[in-house]
């Protein structure tokens, strides 16, 4: 059973960057795939970034486009989301979780949160000035 930690959030001002990483354990990481997601309060949690267990990055959320990227590194057993550009409006508790029904590869965009599981703690994320 793959077990997540994620790690690296904070606080960051206005057009700053942060890149928070996700590191498993239990399990081979290349075995699966791993989605991004966030979750500001009072709100539902939305993907913003998936990547496959061949390592094919995937979209989010329409409004992260051009601004996050997921990768990663087998050795490190991590999968990294890259947060340019960041605004007060990316400021959420982010977690990274596995795509429990294999559909991550199969898709164009980040499939919905309920298709994952093993769900790590979360990182708070907080962009202010």
């Known amino acids: 059973q793959l077990q997540l930690v994620e790690s690296g959030g904070g606080l960051v001002q206005p057009g700053g960057s942060l890149r928070l990483s996700c590191t498993a354990s239990?399990?081979?990481?290349?075995?699966?795939?791993i989605g991004w997601f966030r979750q500001a309060p009072g709100k539902e949690r939305v993907g913003v970034g998936c990547?496959?267990?061949?390592?094919?990055?995937?979209n989010g959320t329409n409004a992260v486009k051009g601004r996050f990227t997921v990768s990663r590194d087998i050795a490190s057993r991590s999968v990294y989301l890259q947060m340019n550009s960041l605004q007060p409006e990316d400021t959420a508790v982010y977690y990274c979780?596995?795509?429990?029904?294999?559909?991550?590869?199969?898709?164009?965009?980040?499939?919905?949160?309920?298709?994952?599981?093993?769900w790590g703690q979360g990182t708070q994320v907080t962009v202010s000035s």
């Open positions: 979780a596995v795509d429990q029904y294999g559909y991550t590869g199969k898709v164009t965009s980040c499939p919905v949160a309920m298709y994952f599981g093993s």
């Open positions: 239990g399990a081979p990481l290349e075995n699966y795939d």
């Open positions: 990547i496959s267990k061949r390592g094919r990055s995937i």
